[in-house]
């Protein structure tokens, strides 16, 4: 049998017209699903991005460049405290 159906519409023939689209009952996965379920949602993403607007881009690569060792590890303590919270969910 062949599906002669549009494959870019959003409902099939055969579902309901009030289902909802597979895309939108998925959970959030990646980095957004993980900032979701520590509470960080997108309105607090654009209040910070809207504050670093104004932060000189060189002089932070530039002090990252001089300071490599707190760079790593603070990534490494951000990479076990999320091992530690995955662990108890």
Request: zero cysteines.
């Amino acid at each position: 049998m062949v599906d002669n159906v549009n494959p870019n519409s959003q409902f099939h023939p055969y579902q309901p017209q009030d289902a909802t689209p597979q895309t939108e009952s998925r959970k959030a996965s990646g980095l957004g699903g993980i900032l979701n379920r520590v509470g960080i949602d997108q309105s607090k993403i654009d209040a910070i991005s809207n504050r670093m607007s104004n932060v000189d881009v060189n002089k932070v690569r530039g002090m990252a460049r001089d300071n490599g060792h707190l760079v790593l590890g603070g990534l490494a303590a951000l990479a076990i405290g999320a091992g530690l919270l995955r662990k108890y969910r």
